[in-house]
C-alpha cells in the first residue's frame, strides 16, 4: 500500500518538477544549495502527501508547500553567497535572435530580484508564474488587496535597485 | 518598469526546458532522505532543553539533600514545589506536541511562520519557568540554610563581629541577588544564540507580512 503511494507520488512529482526547480532556482545561487533545496522541498511533499486530498491541483498544492519550504523551512547554508559563476552560466540566454541590449537589460533584472527579500521574491516568483493575486494571496496568507499592494511595492523596490 | 517585468516574464517562462531533469530513480531516493529543516531543529533543541531541565532536577534531589530539607524545615514548601513543577511539566509536553502537530506546510507561509513562532514562545516559557522554579529553590535554602543550618551561626557571628550588622545584610543580599542575575543572564544570553540564530530569517519575514495587515 504504502509502495503504491510512493509510486504515484514520485511520478507526480517527476512529471511536475520543474516547479521545484523554479522556486530553487530563485532562492539559491549555486548548483550545490539547489539541490539540498530541492531534497528538502522533494521531503516536505512527501510528508504532507498523505494530507493531500485533491481539493486543489497538484502543482498548486507544489507551489504552496515548495515556497514555504523555502522561506520557512530551509536553512540557508553561508556557501550560497558565492554567486556570480553560477548566474552566468544559467541565465544566459539561447535564443536565436541574440540581442546583446535585451540580454543585458534581463541579466541586470535577475540581479535585481536575487537582491530582494523571501517574501518578496516569492510575490516575483508567483507574478512571473502568471498566479493571479487570489493565489498569490492563499500561498502568503495575507489579502488580495494587500498582495496588489505589496507586489506594487515590490516593482517599486526593483525600479530602484535597477536605477539607483 | 512593466516592460521590463513583462520581459522578465517572458524570459522566465522560455527558460522552462533548462532546468535539470530528475529521474524517478533520483526523485525515489529523496524521498528516502531526513529532513533537515528549521522546524526539526527548534524541536530538536526543545527536547535536548526539556531532557536538560528534568535531568537537572532529577539529579539535584538525592536522599541527602531530602533529610537536610526537614532539618532546615523546608521540606514542605519545597514538595508543594516539586509538585507545581511536575504538573507544569506535563502541561509542557503536551503543549510541546501539539504546537508540533499544528505545523504544516500546506498551510498559507504567514500561518506556518505563526505556528513555528508558537514553537518558539512555548520553550521560552518553558525556559522561564525552570528558571522561576530554580530561584524559588535556591531562596527557599537559603532561607533553611541561615536559619536551621551549620553555617548559620558563623554567617550570624560574622554579621555581628563585621560591627555593623545591618550593612553586612545589605552587603550579603546584594551579593547574593548579584549572583542569581549572572546566571539568569547567562541562561538567558544562550537562549537567545540557540533560537536567534535558527528564527532570525523567520521573525524578520513574519514580521514583514504582518505589517501588511495593519
Not at chain 1, 42 to 56: M, V
Not at chain 2, 50 to 58: D, E, I, P, S
Not at chain 2, 113 to 130: A, E, G, P
Request: hydrophobic residues 40%; positive net charge.
Amino acid at each position: 500500500m504504502n509502495k503504491e503511494l510512493e509510486h504515484k507520488f514520485v511520478t507526480e512529482l517527476e512529471n511536475n518538477q520543474n516547479i521545484v526547480h523554479k522556486v530553487c532556482s530563485l532562492y539559491t545561487t549555486n548548483r550545490e544549495a539547489h539541490n539540498d533545496l530541492f531534497q528538502e522541498i522533494t521531503i516536505q511533499l512527501w510528508k504532507a502527501y498523505p494530507k493531500f486530498r485533491g481539493d486543489s491541483k497538484f502543482s498548486t498544492w507544489m507551489y504552496r508547500v515548495a515556497l514555504n519550504t523555502a522561506i520557512t523551512l530551509y536553512r540557508k547554508s553561508k556557501k550560497s553567497i558565492k554567486t556570480q559563476d553560477f548566474d552566468s552560466v544559467i541565465y544566459r540566454i539561447k535564443t536565436d535572435e541574440y540581442d546583446a541590449t535585451e540580454e543585458k537589460q534581463l541579466q541586470l533584472m535577475y540581479k535585481a530580484v536575487r537582491q530582494l527579500g523571501d517574501i518578496d521574491k516569492a510575490l516575483v516568483f508567483l507574478y512571473l508564474e502568471d498566479k493571479d493575486y487570489s493565489e498569490i494571496s492563499e500561498t502568503l496568507g495575507i489579502s488580495e488587496v494587500n498582495a496588489r499592494v505589496k507586489m506594487n511595492r515590490v516593482k517599486n523596490k526593483l525600479r530602484t535597485i535597477l536605477n539607483p | 518598469m512593466m516592460d521590463e517585468l513583462e520581459l522578465l516574464k517572458k524570459d522566465w517562462q522560455k527558460k522552462e526546458a533548462q532546468h535539470p531533469k530528475l529521474s524517478f530513480d533520483e526523485i525515489y531516493g529523496m524521498i528516502k532522505k531526513k529532513s533537515s529543516s528549521t522546524v526539526k531543529w527548534i524541536f530538536y533543541i526543545s527536547i535536548i532543553e526539556f531532557v536538560f531541565w528534568a535531568v537537572l532536577n532529577l539529579f539535584s534531589y538525592t536522599k541527602e539533600s531530602l533529610e537536610l530539607e526537614k532539618t532546615w524545615h523546608i521540606y514542605e514548601i519545597t514538595t508543594t514545589l516539586t509538585i507545581i513543577n511536575y504538573i507544569v511539566l506535563i502541561y509542557f509536553i503536551y503543549k510541546f506536541y501539539s504546537n508540533y502537530k499544528l505545523i504544516s506546510t500546506t498551510e498559507s507561509s504567514k500561518k506556518l511562520m505563526k505556528n513555528i513562532l508558537n514553537v518558539k514562545r512555548t520553550v521560552s516559557q518553558y525556559v522561564w519557568f525552570n528558571i522561576g522554579i530554580f530561584v524559588a529553590y535556591l531562596m527557599v535554602n537559603l532561607y533553611g540554610n541561615l536559619n536551621y543550618g551549620e553555617n548559620s551561626k558563623k554567617i550570624a557571628e560574622a554579621a555581628s563581629q563585621a560591627g555593623n550588622e545591618t550593612l553586612f545584610w545589605i552587603i550579603f543580599t546584594v551579593m547574593f541577588l548579584l549572583f542569581i542575575t549572572i546566571i539568569l543572564l547567562l541562561i538567558w544570553f544562550f537562549y537567545k544564540l540557540l533560537y536567534g540564530i535558527l528564527l532570525n530569517r523567520l521573525r524578520k519575514n513574519y514580521s514583514e507580512l504582518k505589517k501588511l495587515e495593519v
